[in-house]
């Protein structure tokens, strides 16, 4: 009898071959070690796949494009693609893109790619004379080099243009900086079979040859170069930040006695609470400002101190008293946690001097300043230049003042409002990037009214543990996938072209994919469920073409913070 696994209980319950070849169809995957493979998430138009998410089926008089599940932005990397069968003349072409390509074309300069019909090399639109053209039955080597932002490929082990991975010379193209994913694109009825190490036989086609990388991993037809490995989760870098140390989502059901919410894990200095079954706001306290003064995220209102909502901040949470914004009777309750690094410290790095509460290996930090009416610069205290912050002030009745990097910094978008984005008029950031030290401030009485208090949360991507980003609707829904490098615990996502609400998403409350309870940061509403997306183990997959999300052609800003990181994930 044919085993692909074995009980080691006793209790004989073996898993017996049905319909499949032991040694061409069982991987090497394991519990503590998943390869790369295509995803069926991140692909377009959709089709077929196949070979346990490695074979890209054919598809006609189009482009198709597909990632796959592995981004990477440092190291060395190999993994091979066989063209597998077909006729016609466009046999597709094989390499990498970032998560802004199209996958409609392979005219994108957000990718690089080997032509197999003619053995050019693409970068955009543009073409040149790399090697040689590849047929049915070759194999494509790839070496990607992200330490120095080089790539190579070979056919049949013979790398072109006198290429070298070992030795770091005659790249195909340099550069290359950011995150990149190994993607294969295709035009007519031609296959690709893909190994990033796990079956070497691309599915029974070849003979397997067991060559592994460097770290003894894998099964590869050809011997990878000298130092680039497998991409599979075992090879990739253990995350600087466990997620669960910086943030996190409670849930709790009111019952208008104060008492200790707990179970946050650390003490917060940011909690974001909402009432999910009844009409009342969104509720902000901080470490900086203290615990009992509270903030809008749906309104305008200047800062308020109100005793009976939350009390303290705790080692493993926070004490709320009886307000219904905290502690209903039978009503369902929320809170998001962010850890700072408590009351904070002053900060001269800027032209005003401000108290800053900085997580620096989280990427967060709660700065409060008080507004000179002159254009100056904050300190942040953070170790790089921040992506994403929201502004409100503290003394006065006006906007939260945001901005994403996907603006342009001479555009910003109201938290507290549907509006688009807003670009010119008050100019908030007087046009000037921020640094890693500051951010650069107009006098907009939003943001730096003379005498005013201000209070601002600023964050940066983390790798393995938060994501500043955008995305472009499909209108579709089997919509857009967005790659974040970790399975999202909380994900915020804004329109940002047209009119929409800002939708939040956390795990806590969908338990499991679709996703649909979310919550409005700029309305008091109850908990909706209209439209949903799937939190995946690297990103999170809209599924409505509902425009506040998904329109086509629409662009969108989005903050995500991590259950898990990708090296160490399940899929839902």
């Known amino acids: 009898m044919s085993l692909l696994g074995i009980d080691r209980t006793g209790n004989n319950n073996h898993w017996t071959v049905n319909n499949m070849t032991v040694a061409t169809d069982q991987m090497l995957d394991s519990p503590t070690n998943n390869f790369c493979t295509l995803n069926p998430l991140d692909t377009s138009p959709t089709g077929t796949i196949s070979e346990g998410n490695l074979q890209q089926d054919s598809y006609t008089n189009t482009w198709r494009g597909i990632r796959s599940t592995h981004f990477v932005d440092s190291g060395k990397w190999y993994w091979e693609v066989e063209l597998n069968s077909g006729t016609g003349a466009d046999r597709g072409m094989v390499g990498v893109s970032n998560s802004s390509a199209s996958l409609t074309t392979h005219a994108d300069s957000n990718c690089r790619f080997y032509n197999a019909s003619g053995g050019q090399k693409y970068s955009s639109s543009s073409s040149s004379a790399y090697g040689n053209a ?333 994501k500043v980003g955008s995305y472009t609707g499909n209108g579709s829904t089997d919509g857009t996938f967005v790659h974040c490098g970790f399975r999202p615990a909380y994900v915020m996502i804004k329109r940002t072209d047209a009119a929409s609400d800002w939708r939040l998403w956390d795990a806590e409350r969908a338990t499991y994919n679709q996703a649909n309870a979310h919550l409005l940061p700029n309305s008091s509403a109850v908990e909706n469920t209209s439209i949903g997306l799937d939190l995946t183990s690297n990103g999170f997959k809209l599924r409505s073409a509902d425009t506040e999300y998904n329109a086509s052609g629409g662009t969108y800003i989005f903050l995500a913070f991590a259950e898990h990181p990708f090296k160490y994930t399940n899929a839902r």
């Not at 910086?246 to 919410?261: D, P, S």
């Not at 408590?342 to 008080?370: L, M, P, Q, R």
């Open 134 to 466: 590849s047929y049915n039955g070759d194999i494509v080597g790839v070496a990607l080099d992200m330490d120095n932002g080089k790539i190579w490929w070979a056919i049949n082990n013979v790398w072109q243009a006198s290429g070298s991975p070992t030795s770091g010379t005659n790249e195909a193209f340099s550069g290359l900086t950011g995150e990149w994913s190994p993607d294969c694109r295709q035009y007519t009825t031609y296959n690709w079979v893909a190994n990033f190490g796990q079956d070497s036989s691309f599915a029974g086609n070849k003979t397997a040859q067991g060559n592994q990388d460097s770290n003894s991993i894998g099964d590869f037809y050809y011997e990878p170069p000298t130092d680039f490995l497998a991409l599979c989760t075992s090879n990739l870098p253990d995350p600087a930040v466990i997620p669960s140390e910086h943030f996190n989502t409670v849930l709790w059901t009111g019952n208008a006695t104060q008492r200790n919410i707990t179970g946050v894990g650390f003490q917060p200095d940011l909690v974001w609470g909402k009432n999910r079954a009844y009409v009342n706001w969104n509720e902000i306290n901080d470490s900086v400002r203290g615990a009992t003064k509270s903030i809008y995220s749906n309104d305008t209102l200047a800062e308020g101190i109100d005793t009976q909502k939350l009390q303290a901040f705790l080692s493993d949470g926070f004490q709320i008293g009886t307000a219904a914004g905290f502690n209903k009777t039978g009503d369902a309750h929320v809170a998001w946690n962010w850890k700072a690094n408590g009351a904070g410290v002053s900060n001269t790095n800027g032209s005003i001097t401000s108290t800053v509460s900085a997580n620096a290996d989280a990427g967060f930090s709660i700065v409060s300043y008080t507004g000179t009416g002159s254009s100056g610069t904050v300190g942040h205290g953070l170790s790089s230049k921040p992506e994403a912050w929201f502004i409100k002030g503290r003394d006065n009745a006006d906007h939260w003042f945001s901005y994403n990097e996907a603006l342009g910094i001479d555009s910003y978008i109201y938290l507290n409002v549907t509006s688009a984005k807003i670009t010119g008029g008050a100019d908030p950031w007087n046009s000037t990037e921020p640094t890693t030290s500051v951010i650069s401030l107009k006098t907009d009485g939003g943001i730096n009214g003379s005498g005013l208090g201000y209070i601002m949360y600023a964050f940066h991507s983390v790798e393995g543990y938060s």
